[in-house]
């Protein structure tokens, strides 16, 4: 069964600076079946990128996606004090599957 | 706009079961399948299955398989989850979704905390 491994497990930055967030499968997924979710604490989790590289409705410029294959990438090009959150890269089709997560911390 | 209201927070005892809501507004209830995905404390998102809201076809994780249903009341715009056979490991929250496409996930529920202890 495939499965999706995310690094780092926690990513400590300043305000401004470029998070790059990695999300690695045991096998090929389809550039149409990469999501990714931001989770805050005691919230639900937010849709931020879906079709590996689509932002979805409302979400920021600096949130990008990219990849292909095994590998992909969430890109926050600025932090800002509000994106400290666990971020979920997620394979979906007619299942579904989550990856461990990244916390994004900011210093 | 879309919500999604789920039921309140559940206490069982191992081996009882348990329903949880979730109430649509704001969209075709029919138009949009539905699903199911829970995290225990300090876990990963952990996805359990989703329902076609128009015609009633489910389609469930393996871990789960024989222990979950997913029905929907079109009436009420409410889809529901029932557990069975509950154990102290079930203790999650659990959230419902909306299914944008393919299982990408567009709109949650808030949430709602099971709680299995004896």
């Known amino acids: 069964e495939i499965a999706l491994t995310q690094s780092p497990g926690t990513l400590s930055l300043s305000p401004g600076e470029k998070a790059t967030l990695s999300c690695r499968a045991s096998?090929?997924?389809?550039?149409?079946?990469l999501a990714w979710y931001q989770q805050k604490p005691g919230q639900a989790p937010r849709l931020l990128i879906y079709?590996?590289?689509s932002r979805a409705t409302g979400i920021p410029e600096r949130f990008s996606g990219s990849g292909s294959g095994t590998d992909f990438t969430l890109t926050i090009s600025r932090l800002e004090p509000e994106d400290s959150a666990v971020y979920y890269c997620?394979?979906?089709?007619?299942?579904?599957?989550f990856g461990g997560g990244t916390k994004v911390e900011i210093k | 706009q879309v919500h999604l209201v789920q039921s309140g927070a559940e206490v069982k005892k191992p081996g009882a079961s348990v329903r949880v809501s979730c109430k649509a507004s704001?969209?075709?209830?029919?138009?949009?399948?539905m699903h199911w995905v829970r995290q225990a404390p300090g876990q990963r998102l952990e996805w359990m299955g989703w329902?076609?809201?128009?015609?009633?076809?489910?389609k469930y994780s393996e871990k789960f398989q024989g222990r979950v249903t997913i029905s929907r009341d079109t009436s009420a715009s409410t889809v529901y989850l029932d557990l069975s056979n509950l154990r102290s490991e079930d203790t999650a929250m659990y959230y419902c979704?909306?299914?944008?496409?393919?299982?990408?996930?567009?709109?949650w529920g808030q949430g709602t905390l099971v709680t299995v202890s004896s």
């Open positions: 997620q394979r979906h089709d007619i299942t579904s599957l």
């Open positions: 079709h590996t590289s």
């Open positions: 979704a909306r299914d944008l496409y393919s299982s990408c996930l567009d709109f």
């Open positions: 096998q090929s997924v389809s550039s149409n079946s």
């Open positions: 329902i076609n809201v128009g015609n009633q076809n489910t």
């Open positions: 704001g969209y075709s209830f029919t138009t949009f399948a």
